[in-house]
């Protein structure tokens, strides 16, 4: 069995040459949609970005997390989380309601809103190529080693080992690892990550749990409402039919 | 009615025409040339004013279950004249969401797609198969009319064997798809705006689709006066307004409870547009019919009934749609706007849904058992007149 | 500001919909003038609606001046709900002078008949013939005659109209209510298929006697 893949990305190391930009268009056949890959957004034909921050140059891509939130939310399950780590869609599921757009809390998939027969966009962790025993394309073509593409336990002892060796240079956060229950994509940084445009704040806890822990409470609601309605129909109905008699009792004593 | 009666114009029906006719093209243009050509939708605000009416038209449904369940399980038979247009208002708003989902869905052609692909981990699932349970439970409930009205006994008596279990039936999926339109946004708390985001939104969305249900039928109630030349049953009315009084506090006091305890308080005091718009919310859907309701002769006087109606209808609109665009457009970082066709597809919905009540209440009973004898159809006059017998 | 757009629409529809009753001067459910009935034995509790524009005479008709001057005629609710479903019968013709007092048409309840007198002097203009196509149509836009009158609003006659008529009309009413008192002659049989919590008597077909209907003519018909 595979391994579960992911990848890390050091900002520290990023020069910010947009090959891993270059490569993902290429791999996936995707058109151009802006001269200046810098200023460059995700969209159904970008998958990937390199955004400016300064000095700093920071990767923008689907974390492929653990538990993730558009797999959950899908109503026909277009989203899986593959043995190879990636999330994956299924255009010819989808009925287009875009609730995983609604719902991730990286704000990845993009849509194709400008077709009839519109899909989901985002990155497969290059899913063909890894199955093939390939690294993925952006992995491949960055050539500072800003991306690196590996087991997960690997990258996360990389992360790990960076920090340590390097408390001036990182701020001490693996972001990816614990963000939302945690994912396949990790990105370390020198400053604080709200900084670089990403999501700061999210809960450590998977998003689906926050919708299962509502979702929990059905079968009691059903059980418990079911025997209350059929309860109080019984009991109203006793109730109306003794107030009845009553009256028709007390008639009986005035005649 | 004849022919030249239908064709006379007047204002309304002039209006409706023109809107029904943008309406249509709209329809045309939004499945030739894809949502991107017919909306102001974006990647970060994929759900816009569409999705919004859908909350809207489920939650002002709402009565179709609380009557129904008042009536036939509670067994309180004052309620009973309006348990059939609480119905049929459930059904048809519920026909008007389902087919404003499929207009708004990317792929309308696949919305057969979650009766076999399930995915049971979905609150969307969830809603589907809700949905589609309690509109079949509509056409249960209703179906005793339409059988009424062609005098087919036998059916009649075979659904009123079942009609409790149905009736029970509808109340809980009622109360699961209308919480659950909450529960979709249980999985954005970095989205949604801490105003609106609670882990007690599912509760929310329940109590206050009941309020609102029940106002719906009372505002509808003098919409159906004016078209059809009908008396106000105040009585009932009345009654239902006090009902929703008690919703209307219940449902102040959870939200009470829920800013005291997940602290939310200080955020009251952030000067902001959301902050502003949760004001107005509170104030219109809460406190101002809350004050209103509250006294016995503002529930019994028809004017007063009246806006006491709207102003909770208006305090849910904002309610609901400031969940799902207002408290999303900070973390979205778009202004969303609805387009000119999204507005013109969902007004030309609205009418149809109006014309489609007026036709149904033409041709079938559907009032048939209000008491209120001066503008009683001639047959019905007949059995309940007063009489000078000796 | 969606938020704030949708609530405009629905405020903007409402709004619209006052102005256009306004125009066709109509009023809307929530602005009219309404009696409610209730308390009564005999009477259901019910409401009972007076247009603004409606003039009620003493003898229960209702009469209603539109713009050219002419005034339509028509049975008031209070007939209509303590009598049900009377058939009116013309015997006027177009062109007819009538004086004040004389009889203008005449009701069929079973088989007897109520005479309606007129209010005003005036000729007969025009008689409805179909006014018993009464779907979804109130009493008052279900006239019977046409006349043109000129003394129509002089002072000899007594007419109500506004909340003078909503009060006159629950006098009425409570009369009724007496009146069905003493004209039946077993109340306890009456008593007994009301409704539950309700006032209707259900189920007894309208037999109106001689006496009755003699009675009631005098009581609640004459000017």
């Given at each position: 069995m595979?391994k579960?893949?992911g990848?890390l990305?050091d900002?520290t190391?990023?020069?910010?040459?947009?090959?891993?930009y270059?490569?993902?268009?290429?791999?996936?056949?995707?058109?151009?949609?802006?001269?200046?890959?810098?200023?460059d957004?995700?969209?159904?034909n970008?998958y990937?970005?390199?955004e400016q921050?300064g000095?700093?140059y920071?990767?923008?891509?689907c974390?492929?997390?653990d538990?993730?939130s558009c797999a959950?939310v899908?109503?026909?399950?277009?989203?899986?989380?593959?043995d190879?780590?990636?999330v994956l869609?299924?255009?010819d599921?989808?009925?287009?309601?875009?609730?995983c757009m609604q719902?991730?809390p990286?704000k990845?998939?993009?849509?194709?809103?400008e077709k009839?027969q519109?899909?989901v966009?985002?990155?497969?962790l290059?899913?063909?190529?890894?199955?093939?025993?390939?690294?993925t394309?952006?992995?491949?073509?960055?050539?500072?080693?800003a991306t690196?593409?590996?087991?997960?336990d690997d990258?996360?002892?990389?992360?790990?080992k960076?920090?340590?060796?390097?408390p001036?240079k990182?701020?001490q956060?693996?972001?990816g690892?614990e963000?939302a229950?945690?994912?396949h994509?990790l990105?370390?940084s020198?400053?604080?990550f709200?900084q670089?445009?990403?999501?700061a704040?999210?809960?450590?806890?998977s998003?689906p749990?926050?919708t299962?822990?509502a979702?929990?409470?059905?079968p009691p609601?059903v059980?418990v409402?079911?025997?209350f309605?059929?309860g109080?129909?019984?009991?109203?109905k006793?109730?109306?039919?003794?107030?009845r008699?009553?009256?028709k009792s007390?008639?009986?004593?005035?005649? | 009615?004849?022919?030249s009666?239908i064709?006379?114009?007047?204002?309304?029906?002039?209006v409706?025409?023109?809107i029904?006719t943008?309406?249509?093209?709209?329809?045309?243009f939004r499945?030739?040339r894809g949502l991107g050509?017919?909306?102001?939708?974006?990647d970060t605000?994929?759900w816009?004013l569409?999705?919004?009416f859908?909350f809207?038209?489920?939650g002002l449904a709402?009565?179709?279950?609380?009557?129904?369940a008042?009536?036939h399980i509670?067994h309180?038979?004052?309620f009973?004249p309006?348990?059939?247009?609480a119905?049929?208002?459930?059904?048809?708003g519920?026909?008007?969401?389902?087919?404003?989902?499929?207009v708004?869905?990317?792929?309308?052609?696949n919305?057969?797609?979650p009766?076999?692909?399930?995915?049971?981990?979905?609150?969307m699932?969830e809603i589907?198969?809700?949905i589609i349970?309690?509109?079949?439970?509509?056409?249960?409930?209703f179906a005793?009319?339409?059988?009424?009205k062609?005098?087919?006994?036998a059916?009649i008596?075979l659904?009123?064997?079942?009609?409790i279990?149905v009736?029970i039936?509808?109340v809980?999926f009622?109360?699961l798809h209308?919480?659950?339109?909450?529960s979709?946004?249980l999985?954005?708390?970095?989205?949604l705006?801490?105003?609106?985001?609670?882990?007690?939104l599912?509760?929310?969305?329940?109590?206050?689709?009941?309020?609102?249900?029940?106002?719906?039928?009372?505002?509808?109630s003098y919409?159906i006066?004016?078209a059809?030349?009908?008396?106000?049953n105040m009585?009932?009315?009345?009654?239902?307004?006090?009902?929703v009084?008690?919703d209307?506090?219940?449902?102040?006091?959870?939200?009470?409870?829920?800013?005291?305890s997940?602290g939310?308080?200080?955020l009251l005091?952030v000067?902001s547009?959301e902050t502003?718009?949760?004001y107005?919310?509170?104030?219109i859907?809460?406190?101002?019919?809350?004050?209103l309701l509250?006294?016995?002769?503002?529930r019994?006087d028809r004017?007063?009934?009246?806006f006491?109606?709207?102003?909770?209808?208006?305090?849910?609109?904002?309610?609901r749609?400031?969940?799902?665009?207002?408290?999303?457009e900070r973390s979205?970082?778009?202004?969303?706007f609805?387009?000119?066709d999204?507005?013109?597809?969902t007004?030309m919905?609205v009418?149809?849904?109006?014309?489609a009540f007026?036709l149904?209440v033409k041709?079938?009973?559907v009032?048939?058992e209000?008491?209120?004898?001066?503008s009683k159809?001639?047959n019905?006059?007949?059995?309940?007149q007063?009489i000078?017998?000796e | 500001?969606v938020?704030?757009?949708?609530?405009?629409?629905?405020?903007?529809?409402i709004?619209?919909?006052?102005?256009?009753?306004k125009v066709?001067g109509?009023t809307h459910?929530a602005?009219e003038?309404v009696l409610?009935?209730?308390?009564?034995?005999?009477?259901p509790?019910?409401?009972?609606?007076?247009p603004?524009?409606?003039?009620?005479?003493k003898?229960h008709?209702?009469?209603?001046k539109?713009?050219s001057?002419l005034?339509?005629?028509g049975?008031?609710?209070?007939?209509?709900?303590?009598?049900g479903?009377i058939?009116i019968?013309n015997?006027l013709?177009?062109g007819?002078e009538l004086?004040?007092?004389?009889?203008?048409?005449e009701?069929k309840?079973?088989n007897k008949?109520?005479?309606?007198?007129?209010?005003v002097?005036?000729?007969?203009r025009?008689i409805n013939?179909n006014?018993?196509?009464?779907?979804?149509?109130d009493s008052?836009?279900?006239?019977?005659v046409e006349?043109s009158?000129?003394?129509f609003?002089s002072?000899n006659?007594?007419?109500?109209?506004?909340?003078e008529?909503?009060?006159?009309?629950?006098?009425e009413f409570t009369?009724?209510d007496?009146?069905?008192?003493l004209?039946?002659?077993?109340p306890?049989?009456?008593g007994a298929?009301?409704?539950?919590?309700?006032?209707?008597?259900?189920?007894?077909?309208?037999?109106?006697?001689?006496?009755?209907?003699e009675?009631?003519?005098?009581e609640?018909l004459?000017?």
């Open positions: 595979l579960e893949k990848l990305f900002v190391m990023c020069v910010g040459c947009g090959s891993c270059k490569a993902c268009k290429e791999q996936n056949k995707l058109p151009q949609t802006n001269k200046d890959f810098l200023k957004h995700l969209s159904e970008t990937t970005v390199v921050y000095d700093n920071a990767r923008k891509l974390m492929h997390c538990e993730p959950s899908c109503p026909v399950g277009a989203f899986k989380k593959s190879t780590g990636a869609y299924d255009g599921k989808c009925i287009g309601c875009r609730y719902a991730c990286h990845v998939p993009r849509y194709e809103w009839t519109p899909r966009r985002k990155c497969t290059c899913h063909d190529r890894v199955k093939a025993g390939k690294l394309a952006c992995a491949e073509a960055c050539p500072t080693e690196l593409f590996g087991n997960m990258l996360i002892a990389v992360a790990k960076r920090l340590k060796e390097n001036g990182y701020y956060h693996i972001y690892l963000e229950g945690g994912g994509v990105i370390l020198p400053v604080p709200e670089l445009g990403y999501t704040k999210l809960p450590k806890e998003m749990s926050l299962m822990k979702m929990e409470k059905i609601v059980a409402g079911g025997v309605l059929t109080m129909y019984w009991l109203t006793r109730k109306n039919e003794i107030a008699e009553e009256k007390n008639k009986g004593i005035k005649v | 009615m004849k022919l009666e064709l006379k114009p007047t204002f309304w029906k002039v409706s025409v023109i029904v943008v309406g249509l093209y709209s329809t045309y499945f030739t050509a017919s909306t102001n939708l974006y605000v994929p816009g569409w999705i919004g859908d809207l038209g489920v709402a009565a179709g279950f609380t009557i129904a008042t009536v509670f309180m038979h004052k009973e309006i348990v059939r247009p119905i049929l208002t459930a059904f048809i519920y026909s008007l969401v389902a087919t404003l989902l499929i708004d869905l990317g792929r309308p052609e919305f057969w797609h009766l076999v692909m399930w995915n049971i981990h979905s609150v699932f589907t198969w809700c349970c309690y509109t079949t439970v509509l056409v249960l409930e005793p009319v339409v059988l009424e062609f005098n087919l006994k059916p008596k659904l009123k064997k079942f009609s279990p009736v039936a509808g809980l009622s109360t209308q919480s659950s339109f909450g979709l946004y999985i954005v708390p970095g989205r705006h801490p105003l609106w985001y609670s882990p007690l599912p509760v929310h969305f329940y109590i206050s689709c009941i309020g609102v249900g029940l106002s719906m039928i009372i505002f509808e919409l006066a004016r059809f030349n009908r008396g106000l009585n009932i009315l009345s009654g239902a307004a006090f009902a009084l008690i209307l506090i219940i449902g102040f006091l959870l939200k009470v409870f829920d800013f005291i997940t939310k308080l200080a005091t000067p547009k502003y718009l949760f107005l919310e509170i104030l859907g809460t406190f101002i019919p809350i004050f509250s006294q016995k002769k503002v019994e004017k007063w009934l009246y006491s109606a709207i102003f909770v209808i208006a305090g849910f609109m904002l309610n749609l400031n969940v799902c665009t207002t408290g999303l979205a970082g778009y202004t969303y609805p387009s000119f999204e507005v013109s597809i007004l919905l009418v149809l849904a109006m014309f007026r149904v041709f079938f009973p009032f048939e209000e008491p209120i004898l001066h159809q001639n019905v006059l007949e059995t309940k007063i000078l017998s | 500001m938020a704030l757009f949708v609530l405009a629409l629905f405020i903007l529809f709004a619209m919909d006052f102005i256009v009753l066709q109509k459910p602005f003038k409610s009935i209730s308390g009564l034995s005999y009477v509790e019910m409401e009972i609606k007076v603004d524009d409606i003039v009620l005479s003898g008709l209702w009469m209603k539109n713009k001057g005034v339509k005629l049975v008031d609710d209070f007939v209509n709900t303590a009598l479903n058939s019968q015997n013709s177009v007819k004086k004040r007092g004389e009889v203008i048409f009701g309840v079973g008949k109520l005479k309606f007198h007129s209010p002097n005036g000729v007969v025009s013939s006014s018993h196509d009464r779907e979804y149509s008052y836009s279900n006239w019977n006349l009158s000129k003394d609003a002072g006659v007594t007419y109500f109209s506004g909340s008529a909503l009060n006159w009309l629950r006098q009369k009724l007496d009146f069905l008192k004209h039946s002659a077993m306890e049989l009456v298929t009301m409704y539950d919590g309700g006032k209707m008597v259900e189920g007894v077909k309208a037999g109106l006697n001689d006496k009755a209907a009675d009631f003519e005098k609640f004459s000017l």
